[in-house]
């Protein structure tokens, strides 16, 4: 740590980037990663982005990983050609696709045709829910266009399952298009059985910032939620009232510790997007 702190102090000399760039390939990349990372200069050094796209294309796995992390974190606009050729490569493990695919938004927010092909595929049911489910993630933090809103609301949204809809629907909330905004209508239309587990006030946010006639053509849907969400809450009250007292505290602890459902669910603010709301 000190060593660390001693080398980002003096970063900015051109011959510790020089130092710190040969160096990036030996026994102590980790440490010099570290320094790159907490330097505090407005544009990286040229060397260190030629030895970071060296690193990109290494043989080991952990190498790889640790060098996607640090171009997104600095958002190395320079690199992001590099990650879209690793996202792309139809040869490297899914794993490395997805990490790539993950930095290149953050570099890149909006996505090339065939990356938005490529994500669209990771959505199909025949992919395991993890892949669906970075897949999704993904989508959510692009900056797609409104065209490629309305493709993924006609192909995914309506057959979204209950642990990728509430992430896919985040998608859209970067859009003011009614064409966008209808076509998200249309495709929650068809997925009444899993409007459960979408927030009713996060969505009426999300439909309400739209032009009309989005508004008027939500309201039927709006109000399915609505009930079923009321009819959920009385279900739940009901057995609740044939139940003894319980602990809050310690279903909080449950919920939030050992059984690592938040990990997953979301009860109010707090919690995870993969699986329904529990609120």
């Not at 695919?101 to 395991?128: G, H, N, T």
């Not at 995914?156 to 896919?168: E, N, S, Y």
């Not at 998200?184 to 999300?206: G, W, Y």
């Not at 508004?215 to 139940?243: T, Y």
């Amino acid at each position: 740590v000190v060593l660390r702190d001693v080398m980002v102090g003096v970063c900015k000399d051109a011959s510790v980037q020089t130092f710190v760039a040969d160096g990036l390939g030996g026994a102590r990349a980790a440490l010099l990663m570290d320094v790159m990372q907490a330097c505090p200069v407005d544009k990286v050094p040229g060397a260190w982005v030629e030895a970071l796209r060296t690193q990109l294309g290494s043989s080991d796995h952990d190498v790889r990983a640790r060098t996607i992390r640090l171009v997104a974190s600095r958002r190395l606009d320079a690199l992001a050609g590099d990650l879209s050729r690793m996202a792309l490569d139809a040869a490297a493990p899914p794993a490395q696709r997805f990490e790539a695919m993950a930095a290149l938004v953050l570099v890149r927010p909006a996505l090339d045709p065939a990356s938005f092909e490529w994500l669209l595929s990771q959505l199909d049911k025949a992919q395991p829910a993890p892949a669906r489910q970075q897949a999704a993630g993904i989508l959510a933090q692009s900056a797609l266009t409104d065209p490629q809103l309305v493709a993924l609301a006609s192909t995914q949204v309506a057959a979204a399952d209950a642990f990728v809809l509430p992430r896919l629907v985040t998608a859209f909330d970067r859009s003011t298009s009614a064409a966008v905004g209808l076509a998200l209508v249309k495709a929650l239309e068809q997925s009444t059985d899993r409007l459960d587990v979408l927030s009713e006030r996060d969505l009426a946010t999300r439909l309400a910032k739209y032009p009309e006639p989005v508004p008027s053509r939500a309201a039927p849907l709006m109000l399915a939620l609505r009930q079923r969400q009321n009819a959920r809450l009385k279900r739940l009250e009901s057995i609740d009232a044939g139940l003894g007292r319980g602990d809050v505290d310690a279903g909080r602890r449950l919920f939030f510790g050992k059984a690592t459902c938040a990990t997953c669910h979301a009860v109010g603010k707090e919690g995870a997007v993969f699986g329904p709301d529990l609120s």
